[in-house]
């Protein structure tokens, strides 16, 4: 059951037997699967899965930007780790460097990849990054 104060984006994909509460905001790029519970004052934006048999509480905010930040430092942070993400933004210089850099890593597991960068004293390489 959708509230009908709920707004659901037509291009949603929304599965059989989910509830979702009044004042909910869901948009287009948002899949909820089947017996999910959406509570009231929910927002779900972005490219957001969420699977079956879940409970999302009231005044959620899922796929939003963080609403608040401690200082510029943290916005700053935000916004290069957001671009970092996606290998689209980051100049080809710098990409060619971390996959040199990565391929050379003779690490266990992906987890361990910015120890061993500074286990190495990758600091160029890390300088490179924090400037971009």
Same mark, same amino acid.
């Given at each position: 059951?959708?509230?009908?104060?709920?707004? !659901?984006?037509?291009?949603? =994909?929304?599965?059989?037997?989910?509830?979702?509460?009044?004042?909910?905001?869901?948009?287009?790029?948002?899949?909820?699967?089947? /017996?999910? =519970?959406?509570?009231?004052? !929910? &927002?779900?934006?972005?490219?957001?899965?969420?699977? =079956?048999? /879940?409970?999302?509480?009231?005044?959620?905010?899922?796929? /939003?930007?963080?609403?608040?930040?401690? /200082?510029?430092?943290?916005?700053? $942070?935000?916004?290069? $780790?957001?671009?970092?993400?996606?290998?689209?933004?980051?100049?080809?210089?710098?990409?060619?460097?971390?996959? +040199?850099?990565?391929?050379?890593?003779? !690490?266990?597991?992906? &987890? =361990?990849?910015?120890?061993?960068?500074?286990?190495?004293?990758? +600091?160029?390489?890390?300088?490179?990054?924090?400037?971009?």
């Amino acid at each position: 059951m959708i509230h009908k104060t709920a707004i !659901v984006d037509s291009k949603a =994909k929304i599965s059989s037997n989910v509830s979702i509460g009044a004042y909910s905001v869901i948009g287009s790029g948002v899949e909820i699967g089947e /017996n999910t =519970k959406i509570d009231s004052h !929910v &927002s779900i934006i972005g490219n957001t899965k969420i699977g =079956k048999n /879940n409970k999302v509480y009231p005044f959620a905010s899922i796929g /939003n930007d963080p609403q608040d930040f401690c /200082n510029e430092y943290h916005y700053r $942070n935000f916004q290069r $780790n957001q671009r970092l993400i996606d290998f689209d933004y980051i100049p080809d210089d710098i990409q060619t460097d971390i996959y +040199k850099e990565y391929e050379k890593a003779t !690490v266990t597991s992906r &987890s =361990k990849i910015l120890p061993y960068m500074i286990q190495h004293d990758l +600091k160029e390489l890390i300088g490179k990054i924090e400037e971009f």
